[in-house]
């Protein structure tokens, strides 16, 4: 299974960016779609984007459509969340994982293998 590490949360304000990597180890990176998670207190865990293995293919969730884009560099086995117009309802805790079919990085009740995540909290 990957051993996932996500990194570059903190604090930013409204309107603020931040861009978050997730690195990928123990398993092919470069055969296997991306997504990014976010789950805040009390809420469940939900898919905010996706990228293809080849990267040729994204697929964002509507509350981030327009201001979250995900990237994926293969020689680094690292994957990046870039967030601009940043909004309080944002905060969360940030996961990534890895799968080769869509339809289960799609459904993160279906993934059973998580890194800790990375905190992204946005001031108003």
């Known amino acids: 299974q990957a051993q996932l590490v996500e990194s570059g949360g903190g604090l930013a304000q409204t309107g603020g960016s931040l861009r978050l990597s997730c690195v990928v180890s123990?398993?092919?990176?470069?055969?296997?779609?991306v997504a990014w998670y976010r789950q805040a207190p009390g809420k469940e865990r939900e898919v905010v984007a996706l990228i293809s293995w080849r990267g040729y293919s994204t697929e964002y969730s509507d509350s981030v459509k327009g201001r979250f884009s995900i990237s994926r560099d293969t020689a680094k086995n690292t994957a990046y969340l870039q967030m601009n117009s940043l909004r309080p309802e944002d905060t969360a805790k940030y996961y990534c994982?890895?799968?080769?079919?869509?339809?289960?990085?799609?459904?993160?009740?279906?993934?059973?293998?998580w890194g800790q995540g990375t905190q992204v909290t946005v001031s108003p």
């Open positions: 123990g398993r092919a990176f470069n055969s296997m779609a």
């Open positions: 994982n890895v799968d080769r079919n869509w339809d289960v990085l799609k459904n993160p009740g279906r993934l059973f293998s």
